[in-house]
């Protein structure tokens, strides 16, 4: 399992990890020892972020991001490609997790997860984020319709390359322009340079493999002695 060196002082009282397909696989047996409320998300490649205030019964439909000041609960987003996002404010104790892909990017749902967690007194320049593997430039072909889609975008043509005959795209590099533009302290946004389709027997990656297999990525509060 990966951690991110800024979430993972012993004095933040949270818990994170990246699991690769040998660590953080269902059914979350690390997890198991510390919370009963392991808490899933039915991912669509939407801009919908969910606050929980109570551990629910079954993953939550239809919805790419969760948050929390929910104490012994883990929030866990599947990817495989796509960027794994874990948020912490230390001052309000919030925590939050986001599935990015490129819709999700053009879709606004790192806007929409920063202005969830403001609804909850959270200012965006406390804000410490984890930004996950996902595909790298080298390895994500896009077409035209994609290209397009996303040049308007804050990080605008500097993620964007010409590969021979096709584009490419920095999703990473594209969440954090992103943000940045909410708010956030560059400093504070710490990225995970690790190739989800170059790197096979650590990660899942869809454009490599085709299949179900996914990687998880959790956040959780750990109880205030």
Known sequence: MFHFGHLSASNLGIEHG??????????????????????????????????????????????????????????????????????????????????????GLVG???????????????????????????????????????KEALGGLPGGASTILRKEDKWTVDLQAEVQHQLVQQGVVPQKIEILRLCTKEHTEIFASWRRDHMKQRIFSYIRLQPLA
């Open 108 to 146: 606004g749902i790192i806007s929409a997860g920063v202005k969830i967690v403001q609804e909850h007194q959270v200012q965006p320049v406390d804000l410490l984020v984890g930004i996950g593997p996902a595909i790298c430039q080298a390895c994500y072909e896009i077409g035209d319709d994609v």
């Open 18 to 103: 990246v699991g690769t397909l040998q660590s953080l696989q269902p059914p979350f047996p690390e997890l198991k020892d510390h919370t009963n409320c392991v808490v899933q998300m039915d991912q669509v490649h939407g801009t919908t972020v969910n606050w929980l205030t109570a551990c629910p019964k079954d993953a939550v439909a239809q919805t790419d991001g969760l948050a929390t000041q929910q104490e012994a609960m883990a929030l866990l987003v599947q990817t495989a490609d796509c960027v794994p996002v874990l948020l912490f404010d230390p001052k309000q104790r919030v925590v939050a997790a986001f599935h990015v892909g490129w819709r």
